[in-house]
C-alpha cells in the first residue's frame, strides 16, 4: 500500500527546517497558529507575481520576524525601501484589526534573494503560472521550463505535472514530463517541490513542480 507524501515534510529535521519557528505560551497556540495563516495568504495574495520563494515566520517574546525569499527583491524593498515599509504597515494592520499582534510585540520584515530562481520548486511553479495565464501552449510552456531548469548547474532532475481543461478542452486530463532522476524516497536527496494553480477563464489548472538538486550528506549544509 502506496502513500503520496509531501517532500518538505517527509525530510523534516533531516534536511529541512520548520517555516514557522517559535514556542508558544500556555493558551497560546491557536493564536498564533491563526497569526501565521492570517499572514501567509495575505502576503501570498499580495505579492503574487513578484515570485516568492518561501514565507518564514520567527517568533521571540519581543518580537515577531517574517522572512521573504524571493528572485525579485528590488520590487519589494521599493526605493529606498518603501515598499518593504508599507508592506510591513500593511501586514501590521492587518493583525492588529484582527487582535492577533500583543501590543508589546516588534513586528519585523526581511527580504532574502534567491540566487539561482530556476532551481527553486516554488519559482518555478510561478513562471509555469505565468505562462498558462498568458494563454501560452501549455506543451510549450513545460518544454522551456525544464530544459531551462535542466541548464542549472545544480540541478539533476525536474519534473512538471499539469491536470485540468489543458488547452481549453471540454473533459480534464493530466499531462506529466520530466527529465533527469526524482528519488522522493531518499532522505539524503534534495528534492524541492510546489503546488500551486493558474486561474483560468474555463476553470482552474492545478501545476506541481519536482526539482532534485543533488545528494545532501551534511546536515548544516541545507536547511
Not at 500583543?102 to 532574502?112: F, G, M, N
Not at 532534485?212 to 548544516?220: A, P, S
Amino acid at each position: 500500500m502506496s502513500h503520496t507524501v509531501h517532500p518538505y515534510s517527509h525530510r523534516l529535521g533531516i534536511l529541512r527546517d520548520w517555516k514557522s519557528r517559535w514556542f508558544s505560551p500556555k493558551g497560546k497556540f491557536k493564536e498564533y497558529l491563526e497569526a501565521d495563516v492570517v499572514i501567509r495568504r495575505y502576503l501570498e495574495k499580495k505579492l503574487k507575481g513578484f515570485f516568492i520563494a518561501d514565507i518564514e515566520i520567527e517568533r521571540s517574546q519581543k518580537a515577531l520576524r517574517i522572512v521573504l525569499s524571493t528572485s525579485r527583491p528590488g520590487m519589494i524593498i521599493g526605493r529606498a525601501g518603501d515598499g518593504s515599509q508599507k508592506l510591513l504597515a500593511d501586514v501590521k494592520k492587518l493583525l492588529e484589526k484582527k487582535k492577533l499582534l500583543p501590543a508589546k510585540v516588534e513586528l519585523k520584515l526581511d527580504v532574502k534573494e534567491v540566487k539561482s530562481p530556476e532551481s527553486n520548486a516554488a519559482i518555478v511553479a510561478e513562471m509555469v503560472v505565468d505562462g498558462l495565464e498568458k494563454r501560452m501552449p501549455f506543451r510549450r510552456v513545460m518544454k522551456s521550463m525544464l530544459e531551462k531548469v535542466m541548464a542549472n548547474r545544480d540541478v539533476q532532475g525536474v519534473r512538471i505535472f499539469l491536470a485540468g481543461r489543458l488547452g481549453g478542452a471540454t473533459m480534464s486530463r493530466t499531462e506529466d514530463r520530466k527529465l533527469g532522476r526524482i528519488p522522493l524516497q531518499t532522505f539524503r536527496a534534495d528534492v524541492d517541490y510546489s503546488c500551486t494553480k493558474a486561474v483560468m477563464p474555463y476553470g482552474a489548472i492545478g501545476v506541481k513542480v519536482w526539482i532534485y538538486r543533488g545528494e545532501i550528506f551534511d546536515k548544516d549544509a541545507q536547511k
